[in-house]
């Protein structure tokens, strides 16, 4: 859904707390630290025709800040805020035909805002979100040059507990691997190949190794995850192997595949 904020529409309010509405969607917040930052308590309420939410989620640590502090470059004059609280323990309902199912899980929650386009050397991007069951959490995103080389900006994270570590576009390498059509004629990728550390690229040995080298393959659960929105997405959930072995769960979202 999208509104332009109006009383009747949708609004924001902070007062000690965070309320979001659009319509009669909400997403609620209170904080039990008193910077507002360390114990989220969340709830997300929305239904629609086919289906409805009902989420609580607990905020497990402060939030990440992406890239440079919170400042993720995209290109000379390019970049983002951009700030993730991935791993909150979640419980709740979902509603699917008027059939309610129990779930718990782990939510992992983005914010980004910007005001820069892509460069026109680039075609789209390729961004990637992974909670692994050792309880490490990957991102991880390509922007997708026209000239089909690796871009500079390319940049992720990974956090192993407390311990946070920016990526580079020489810490990781994502390799499409297998291809899907729509009935549109586009062909998604949707299934990658993830090198962390080790790279052909990688600048120190040593780095490779504080990054436990390894190769996950990630795999969309649903090929046809595609939204239009004007601007054509595929975005959904994926599993994440490392061999035979299921490792993870995550969300992929793809675009400029549409021409």
Wanted: aromatic share 10%; proline share 4%.
């Amino acid at each position: 859904r999208f509104a332009r904020g109006h009383p009747a529409l949708a609004a924001v309010t902070v007062n000690g707390a965070v309320a979001a509405r659009i319509e009669d969607w909400t997403l609620d917040a209170a904080f039990v630290a008193p910077d507002g930052g360390d114990h989220g308590q969340w709830r997300l309420q929305a239904q629609a025709a086919e289906f409805a939410v009902d989420l609580s989620m607990q905020q497990q640590r402060a939030p990440v800040l992406q890239g440079d502090r919170g400042l993720s470059h995209k290109g000379p004059g390019a970049a983002s805020y951009y700030y993730s609280l991935p791993g909150m323990a979640t419980s709740g309902e979902l509603t699917v035909a008027g059939q309610p199912v129990a779930v718990r899980g782990f939510t992992w929650m983005d914010r980004e805002w910007s005001t820069s386009l892509l460069g026109e050397h680039l075609a789209g991007w390729d961004w990637f979100a992974l909670q692994l069951d050792d309880g490490r959490n990957v991102m991880a995103f390509n922007l997708r040059r026209k000239d089909g080389g690796t871009d500079p900006y390319n940049h992720g994270m990974l956090l192993d507990g407390y311990e946070q570590r920016m990526l580079t576009a020489e810490d990781y390498q994502l390799t499409p691997v297998r291809f899907w059509q729509d009935a549109q004629g586009r062909r998604w990728p949707v299934a990658w190949e993830l090198a962390l550390g080790g790279t052909p690229r990688q600048a120190a040995a040593e780095r490779a190794e504080k990054l436990h080298p390894e190769k996950l393959h990630i795999e969309a659960m649903v090929e046809d995850q595609v939204m239009d929105l004007g601007l054509v997405y595929w975005e959904g959930i994926v599993r994440v192997k490392a061999g035979d072995e299921d490792v993870g769960r995550g969300y992929m979202e793809l675009t400029g595949y549409a021409d």
